[in-house]
């Protein structure tokens, strides 16, 4: 089964390509299931303790597709918050997505908007890094190859959701069997591939910008909420690597 680091060599000329392809996009997608599995059952949990149903915590899944959002939703419900605050909340801790689809619009300009759009709406954090570091190997990305990807998570999450709630009354501490460490788990990954990825010299230059995210971090989270500090850090971040580029 080629890797996402084989198709380096790969060629990038037109045409189909095996390490472009629906199947290979699947494959690319499995190491990170495990980190989907697990906070999508800690969620389905979550969100049945707070006295949603099975159903309610799937269609959560199906039409908010964001862990952190659905996570917050969950919260903001059960403690009677009113829906403008639900809403203006979940577009909050959403806005990093548009970033995320930002960087990888310029590499998928080929195809339909439509069909563009639906990369977008399916793209997760976990999805990007798979993405970027295919990136970092290829150079390319392929419209077949990204709907494998998205598509395998997508359907794992909603049932790894679906499973924690029809579960969740015989599970009362997830973070007993470790499942709250598996997202952070996932991310650590996802970052070492990156790193490992990296020219020789632009390796130093990303590891400055993580110890900016870092700092940022640090300055903004005694002020304000850790959602907002996260997107200000992300935000700052991007800004000051795309101008220090090279």
Same mark, same amino acid.
Request: charge should be neutral; glycine fraction near 8%.
């Given at each position: 089964?080629?890797?996402?680091?084989?198709?380096?060599?790969?060629?990038?000329? @037109?045409?189909?390509?095996?390490?472009?392809?629906?199947?290979?996009?699947?494959? /690319? !997608?499995?190491?990170?299931? #495990?980190?989907?599995l697990g906070i999508g059952f800690a969620f389905g949990i979550v969100a049945v303790g707070s006295g949603l149903s099975v159903l309610?915590?799937?269609?959560l899944a199906v039409f908010v597709y964001a862990g952190a959002a659905q996570f917050v939703m969950v919260g903001l419900l059960a403690?009677?918050?009113?829906?403008?605050?639900?809403?203006?909340?979940?577009?909050? &801790?959403?806005? $990093?997505?548009?970033?995320?689809?930002?960087?990888?619009?310029?590499?998928?300009?080929?195809?339909?908007?439509?069909?563009?759009?639906?990369?977008?709406?399916?793209?997760?954090?976990?999805?990007?890094? &798979? +993405?970027?570091? $295919?990136?970092?190997?290829?150079?390319?990305?392929?419209?077949?190859?990204?709907?494998?990807?998205? %598509?395998?998570?997508y359907l794992c999450w909603i049932a790894a959701c679906v499973l924690g709630a029809a579960g969740g009354r015989w599970i009362e501490?997830?973070?007993?069997?470790?499942?709250?460490? +598996?997202?952070?788990?996932?991310?650590?990954?996802?970052?070492?591939?990156?790193?490992?990825? @990296?020219?020789?010299?632009? #390796?130093?230059? $990303?590891?400055?910008?993580?110890? !900016?995210?870092?700092?940022?971090?640090?300055? !903004?989270?005694? %002020?304000?909420?850790?959602?907002? +500090? &996260?997107? %200000?850090?992300? %935000?700052?971040?991007?800004?000051?690597? +795309?101008?220090? /580029?090279?």
């Open positions: 089964m080629p890797s996402i680091y084989e198709s380096a060599s790969a060629s990038t000329g @037109a045409g189909t390509n095996a390490s472009d392809s629906f199947l290979q996009g699947v494959r /690319d !997608c499995l190491p990170t299931l #495990l980190g989907y309610e915590a799937g269609l403690a009677g918050a009113p829906l403008s605050a639900v809403i203006l909340t979940t577009f909050i &801790v959403n806005l $990093r997505h548009l970033l995320m689809s930002l960087a990888i619009a310029p590499h998928l300009t080929r195809y339909p908007l439509l069909r563009t759009l639906g990369f977008g709406a399916l793209l997760t954090d976990e999805t990007f890094g &798979v +993405a970027t570091v $295919r990136l970092g190997a290829t150079g390319r990305l392929s419209g077949a190859w990204m709907d494998g990807l998205n %598509v395998t998570a501490h997830p973070e007993a069997l470790g499942l709250d460490f +598996a997202l952070p788990a996932m991310f650590a990954a996802l970052l070492v591939l990156q790193l490992q990825q @990296a020219p020789r010299g632009k #390796l130093r230059h $990303r590891l400055l910008l993580l110890g !900016c995210v870092a700092a940022v971090m640090a300055a !903004c989270l005694p %002020v304000m909420p850790s959602h907002l +500090a &996260v997107l %200000v850090s992300t %935000v700052l971040a991007a800004a000051l690597g +795309a101008a220090t /580029d090279r």
